[in-house]
Structures are given as structure tokens and as C-alpha cells.
């Protein structure tokens, strides 16, 4: 920070990463008003409660292991080795993007003058942390406990999205090299493993009460205040561009990072350090946005809960490759990821009787695993990485993205680091009996005694005369 | 407690140090705190939730029950 320039550049960054942040936060506050909107009304404050406790309790553990679990597991460990030091166990040596830096004792970890970015660029992935957590949130209300769902909050927050970021996202990562994995905006790092996650905790924590008939026919449980969802959807929407600017690097200069003697190229990258544009990204956010919400249009018969959901889903299944489709690419990939999405959900609902409340895990999981398969056809041939590109399976190279490696992607976010884990802790906490909440509660409602208690109230003071 | 006294001396040092925050060396006590406090409030939250649903489950409401409980604002 003694030339201008260079102050310049990492403050721009520093504030850069902190407005995406501030963005993202909208993200919350939408998910907060979307869950709440589509209980019923004697489930809304629990419903709220447990989205919001997710906040204190991912940054608490994102502070204290999460952050570094991502820098510590590019390398699986014992999978590929790292670029930076050669080898192939957890990355905690001296180099500069070593997890020695991001244990929370770490002096990097709080106000620093030598630091302005790691506060700003945790901060970033602990918002990415937070809507996969909710995103599990939705599917599971108004019959599981607060205490479970913050166990499982954790687990999916700072553990198992942080070790698919490392594997799939990280620049050093294994699935990158070996595989050929490319998920620019996370089609598969945050919505198929929070997707997967989700209906492995509905296949132990079964419907809510009402949901299926005798013969096993689904009702039809709709939103309550379809405002409320459609508004939050908006704001999804809205920290959802922000979260497309937080997976960029701002400026970059390419050619000494590429090791490409005399050549200097500044420009914006994406998180695997490639070049693209955030004028690029913001084409295809849109795009992607309008086809989703053309085909759930038709798809739902202008239902506006399924409509609002599509155009989401349309985002998310062109996530993984916007950062180089074209828009048209990415409209039509968005109206794919809908139509399968929608299918899915009802197929899933009617022959293995799971309820996922909000379409949750249609929306993030079944749109996300597909645009994951679809990346790998639509950018087949493209370098997985701007270092050493290479064959699949090589390790020592990064392979070019390529449908199989894609297709094995999508099996490890979804089924392996989303839908096993769920399942898995779902059934400890079921074991445990702290799942589900008694039947009794369910019926009478989570906020019962809440309500009873303002009815008294209202009642004193509606017959106080002074 | 102070790591800065004085900000001049601080910036004009040969080599500026940088974590500023008060009790530089004691961070690993304040990450157990946070572990404690983290998984403490697990602990006490899960039994104030647990007694509520026992006293709720107790009183066996009807599914329609609640809606004499809607204030009117």
C-alpha cells in the first residue's frame, strides 16, 4: 500500500467484494420472506425463527473451521496435488494460499492493516454459505426442530458445500484437474449439494401431516400469502446478481499469473482465475432469468409460485457455464432447467411421497444437476483452467471440460456431498428423537402458545380504559 | 490490552505490524470461547425447545384451535 496504484487497485477490490456481500444479504432476507410466506399461518414465526438462527450459527463455524476447510481440501486430499507446493495432502504449509492463514487464531482473521481482503472475500463465501443452508430451510418447514435444523445448517454451510468449493471451485482444485469440472456460478457447488442435501433429510423426515391422502395422493399445501413469496422471490433474485459479481475477481492481470513472459492482460476473471466479463455475465444472468420465467409460465399455467420459482431455476441451471454461453444459450438452457425441474418435483412427490415444501429441492437440485450435464456438451473443449491444461485423469494438468467429467461432477454434488450426508445425519437426529417435532405440535401449530399469548394480550388492553 | 498507543509511532515503524486489534497473542483463548459458546448455546437451546414442545404436546389442540388465538391488530 505505498504506491497509489497498487492502493487503489485492493481497496477497489476490498470495497468491491464488500458491496457484493451487502447484496447477497438480500438473498436472506428473500428466502426469510419466501419460507414464511408459503407456511401456514400457525407455523409462521417458527418457520422465520429457524431460517434466521441459521445466520449466527453458520458465520459462528464458518469463522471457526469452515474458512478453512476450503483452503486446506483442493487436493481432496490425496487426489491431485496442488499447484502451489506439489503434493497432495491438505494445503497447511507456508505457501500464500495455504488454511495456515484461515485457522480462526489466525492474526488474518480480524483487523489487520497487511490484510483488506480476506475479511471481505470470507464474508463472500459465508453469504454462499448461509443460502445453502437456506435453501434446505424451505423444504423441510413446519415439522422439524430449530435444534435439528441447526445441526444440519452447519453441516451443509461450513462443512460439506465448503469441501465441494474446495474440490470444484477452488483454482487448485482436484475436480478441476482430474475431471475437467466447470461451475462458474455454481450450479453444482451450492444448489445441486444443497438440492441433494435437502431431499436426503425429506426421505427421513417424512410429510407433514395432511400432505398425502390414505391412497397416497398428494394435496396441494399452497403458499398463504403469495405476496410475500413472490416479493421474496424478487429479492432472491436481486442478491443473486450480486452473488454473480462476488464470484468474479474484479481485475486481474492474466499474463504474469500465466506465466506468459512480457504479456500483461488485465481484466475480470471467475473464480477458476479464466477470463470473462461481468457485461458478459450480466447478458446471460438476465437471459437466463427470462427463459426461466417464459417456461414456468407455461409449464405452471401462469401459476405465480412456480412461475417466480422458474425464473430462479433458469438462473441456476445456466450458472455453471455463464460465464462464457452465449445469451441465447443461456435463455434456452434456463427454459431446460425449468422444464425439468417442474417435471421432477411431481414425479418424486408422486412416487416416493416426499414433501419438499417450497420445490426446493426441484428448484436448486434438479435445475442445478442439469445444468451441470448441459455445461459439460455446451463448453466441451474448453480449458477447465488458464494453468497447464492437460488430459482428464492426467492430475499433474488441468483436463478440458468435457461431458463426463461433468456428468461426474453432478454425481458427487448432488448423491455424494449432498444427498448421503443428508440422509445420513437426518437418521442420527431421527435416532436421537430430536427430528421432528411431536405429531401434537404439528397439529396445534408452532407458534400456538405465542399466538395464545398475544390474544391475552390484545385482550387486556383492548378492555383497559386508561 | 492496547496493541496502538500512539498511531504515529505505529505507521512510522520500520516494519508496521499489523493486526491491531486489542490482546494480539490471546487469540487462541478467544477461539475457545467461541467453541464454548457456540456449543453452549446448542445445549441450552435444545432443552428450552424440547420443554416447549412437551408443555404444547400436552395440552393435545385441535388442528383449527389456533385460529381462536388471531388478534385483530
Same mark, same amino acid.
Given at each position: 500500500?505505498?504506491?497509489?496504484?497498487?492502493?487503489?487497485?485492493?481497496?477497489?477490490?476490498?470495497?468491491?467484494?464488500?458491496?457484493?456481500?451487502?447484496?447477497?444479504?438480500?438473498?436472506?432476507?428473500?428466502?426469510?420472506?419466501?419460507?414464511v410466506?408459503?407456511s401456514r399461518y400457525k407455523h409462521h414465526q417458527h418457520t422465520l425463527m429457524k431460517?434466521?438462527?441459521?445466520?449466527?450459527?453458520?458465520?459462528?463455524?464458518?469463522?471457526?473451521?469452515?474458512?478453512?476447510?476450503?483452503?486446506?481440501?483442493?487436493?481432496?486430499?490425496?487426489?491431485?496435488?496442488?499447484?502451489?507446493?506439489?503434493?497432495?495432502?491438505?494445503?497447511?504449509?507456508?505457501?500464500?494460499?495455504?488454511?495456515?492463514?484461515?485457522?480462526?487464531?489466525?492474526?488474518?482473521?480480524?483487523?489487520?492493516?497487511?490484510?483488506?481482503?480476506?475479511?471481505?472475500?470470507?464474508?463472500?463465501?459465508?453469504?454462499?454459505?448461509?443460502?445453502?443452508?437456506?435453501?434446505?430451510?424451505?423444504?423441510?418447514i413446519e415439522r422439524?426442530t430449530t435444534?435439528?435444523?441447526?445441526?444440519?445448517?452447519?453441516?451443509?454451510?461450513?462443512?460439506?458445500?465448503?469441501?465441494?468449493?474446495?474440490?470444484?471451485?477452488?483454482?487448485?482444485?482436484?475436480?478441476?484437474?482430474?475431471?475437467?469440472?466447470?461451475?462458474?456460478?455454481?450450479?453444482?457447488?451450492?444448489?445441486?449439494?444443497?438440492?441433494?442435501?435437502?431431499?436426503?433429510?425429506?426421505?427421513?423426515?417424512?410429510?407433514r401431516l395432511?400432505?398425502?391422502?390414505?391412497?397416497?395422493?398428494?394435496?396441494?399445501?399452497?403458499?398463504r400469502n403469495?405476496?410475500?413469496?413472490?416479493?421474496?422471490?424478487?429479492?432472491?433474485?436481486?442478491?443473486?446478481?450480486?452473488?454473480?459479481?462476488?464470484?468474479?475477481?474484479?481485475?486481474?492481470?492474466?499474463?504474469?499469473?500465466?506465466?506468459?513472459?512480457?504479456?500483461?492482460?488485465?481484466?475480470?476473471?471467475?473464480?477458476?482465475?479464466?477470463?470473462?466479463?461481468?457485461?458478459?455475465?450480466?447478458?446471460?444472468?438476465?437471459?437466463?432469468?427470462?427463459?426461466?420465467?417464459?417456461?414456468?409460465?407455461?409449464?405452471?399455467?401462469?401459476?405465480?409460485?412456480?412461475?417466480?420459482?422458474?425464473?430462479?431455476?433458469?438462473?441456476?441451471?445456466?450458472?455453471?457455464?455463464?460465464?462464457?454461453?452465449?445469451?441465447?444459450?443461456?435463455?434456452?438452457?434456463?427454459?431446460?432447467?425449468?422444464?425439468?425441474?417442474?417435471?421432477?418435483?411431481?414425479?418424486?412427490?408422486?412416487?416416493?411421497?416426499?414433501?419438499?415444501?417450497?420445490?426446493?429441492?426441484?428448484?436448486?437440485?434438479?435445475?442445478?444437476?442439469?445444468?451441470?450435464?448441459?455445461?459439460?456438451?455446451?463448453?466441451?473443449?474448453?480449458?477447465?483452467?488458464?494453468?497447464?491444461?492437460?488430459?482428464?485423469?492426467?492430475?499433474?494438468?488441468?483436463?478440458?471440460?468435457?461431458?463426463?467429467?461433468?456428468?461426474?461432477?453432478?454425481?458427487?454434488?448432488?448423491?455424494?456431498?449432498?444427498?448421503?450426508?443428508?440422509?445420513?445425519?437426518?437418521?442420527?437426529?431421527?435416532?436421537?428423537?430430536?427430528?421432528?417435532i411431536p405429531r401434537e405440535v404439528e397439529i396445534a401449530g408452532m407458534d400456538y402458545d405465542i399466538m395464545e399469548a398475544a390474544r391475552d394480550d390484545e385482550k387486556s388492553v383492548a378492555s383497559s380504559?386508561? | 490490552?492496547?496493541?496502538?498507543?500512539?498511531?504515529?509511532?505505529?505507521?512510522?515503524?520500520?516494519? %508496521?505490524?499489523? &493486526?491491531?486489534?486489542?490482546?494480539? =497473542?490471546?487469540?487462541? *483463548?478467544? %477461539?475457545?470461547? &467461541?467453541?464454548?459458546?457456540?456449543? =453452549?448455546?446448542?445445549? *441450552?437451546s435444545?432443552k428450552q425447545e424440547s420443554e416447549k414442545h412437551e408443555k404444547l404436546a400436552r395440552k393435545r389442540h385441535g388442528p383449527n384451535d389456533w385460529k381462536s388465538n388471531v388478534t385483530d391488530g
Amino acid at each position: 500500500m505505498t504506491d497509489e496504484l497498487g492502493a487503489l487497485t485492493t481497496i477497489f477490490t476490498e470495497f468491491y467484494y464488500w458491496i457484493t456481500v451487502v447484496l447477497m444479504f438480500l438473498i436472506h432476507v428473500g428466502f426469510c420472506m419466501y419460507e414464511v410466506g408459503a407456511s401456514r399461518y400457525k407455523h409462521h414465526q417458527h418457520t422465520l425463527m429457524k431460517n434466521t438462527m441459521l445466520i449466527p450459527l453458520v458465520t459462528v463455524t464458518w469463522f471457526l473451521f469452515g474458512w478453512w476447510i476450503y483452503w486446506a481440501f483442493p487436493t481432496g486430499p490425496g487426489l491431485a496435488p496442488s499447484i502451489m507446493n506439489g503434493s497432495t495432502a491438505l494445503i497447511t504449509d507456508e505457501s500464500t494460499f495455504s488454511a495456515k492463514w484461515y485457522v480462526p487464531n489466525s492474526s488474518l482473521m480480524a483487523v489487520n492493516l497487511g490484510d483488506h481482503i480476506s475479511g471481505v472475500f470470507w464474508a463472500a463465501f459465508l453469504l454462499f454459505s448461509w443460502t445453502a443452508a437456506s435453501i434446505v430451510s424451505g423444504a423441510v418447514i413446519e415439522r422439524i426442530t430449530t435444534f435439528a435444523f441447526g445441526i444440519l445448517a452447519i453441516a451443509i454451510g461450513s462443512v460439506f458445500w465448503t469441501i465441494d468449493a474446495a474440490w470444484g471451485w477452488h483454482f487448485d482444485g482436484w475436480m478441476l484437474k482430474l475431471l475437467g469440472y466447470h461451475d462458474a456460478y455454481a450450479s453444482g457447488v451450492i444448489h445441486a449439494i444443497a438440492g441433494g442435501f435437502a431431499l436426503g433429510i425429506l426421505v427421513v423426515l417424512g410429510p407433514r401431516l395432511g400432505k398425502f391422502t390414505s391412497s397416497g395422493e398428494p394435496r396441494n399445501i399452497g403458499p398463504r400469502n403469495p405476496w410475500l413469496v413472490t416479493v421474496g422471490l424478487f429479492l432472491i433474485y436481486t442478491g443473486f446478481w450480486g452473488f454473480y459479481a462476488a464470484c468474479n475477481i474484479p481485475i486481474f492481470n492474466l499474463g504474469p499469473e500465466y506465466g506468459m513472459e512480457g504479456v500483461t492482460y488485465f481484466t475480470a476473471t471467475n473464480i477458476y482465475v479464466t477470463p470473462t466479463t461481468l457485461s458478459g455475465i450480466t447478458f446471460n444472468f438476465l437471459m437466463s432469468l427470462s427463459g426461466g420465467l417464459l417456461a414456468g409460465y407455461v409449464i405452471s399455467k401462469g401459476d405465480p409460485f412456480w412461475t417466480y420459482s422458474s425464473g430462479l431455476a433458469g438462473i441456476i441451471c445456466a450458472s455453471a457455464g455463464n460465464d462464457l454461453y452465449h445469451p441465447i444459450q443461456s435463455m434456452i438452457i434456463g427454459m431446460i432447467g425449468v422444464v425439468v425441474a417442474y417435471k421432477m418435483h411431481y414425479w418424486v412427490e408422486r412416487k416416493f411421497k416426499i414433501d419438499d415444501a417450497v420445490g426446493a429441492v426441484a428448484v436448486h437440485g434438479y435445475a442445478g444437476f442439469a445444468g451441470l450435464i448441459i455445461c459439460g456438451f455446451v463448453l466441451n473443449g474448453y480449458p477447465s483452467s488458464g494453468y497447464s491444461v492437460g488430459a482428464m485423469w492426467d492430475g499433474a494438468t488441468y483436463a478440458s471440460i468435457n461431458p463426463l467429467g461433468m456428468f461426474i461432477g453432478a454425481i458427487i454434488m448432488f448423491f455424494v456431498l449432498g444427498m448421503l450426508p443428508g440422509w445420513i445425519l437426518a437418521k442420527i437426529l431421527h435416532g436421537m428423537g430430536k427430528l421432528r417435532i411431536p405429531r401434537e405440535v404439528e397439529i396445534a401449530g408452532m407458534d400456538y402458545d405465542i399466538m395464545e399469548a398475544a390474544r391475552d394480550d390484545e385482550k387486556s388492553v383492548a378492555s383497559s380504559t386508561r | 490490552m492496547a496493541t496502538v498507543t500512539n498511531w504515529i509511532d505505529h505507521l512510522s515503524a520500520k516494519e %508496521v505490524q499489523g &493486526a491491531i486489534y486489542p490482546g494480539v =497473542g490471546s487469540e487462541g *483463548i478467544l %477461539v475457545i470461547l &467461541a467453541f464454548i459458546i457456540w456449543i =453452549g448455546w446448542h445445549v *441450552i437451546s435444545a432443552k428450552q425447545e424440547s420443554e416447549k414442545h412437551e408443555k404444547l404436546a400436552r395440552k393435545r389442540h385441535g388442528p383449527n384451535d389456533w385460529k381462536s388465538n388471531v388478534t385483530d391488530g
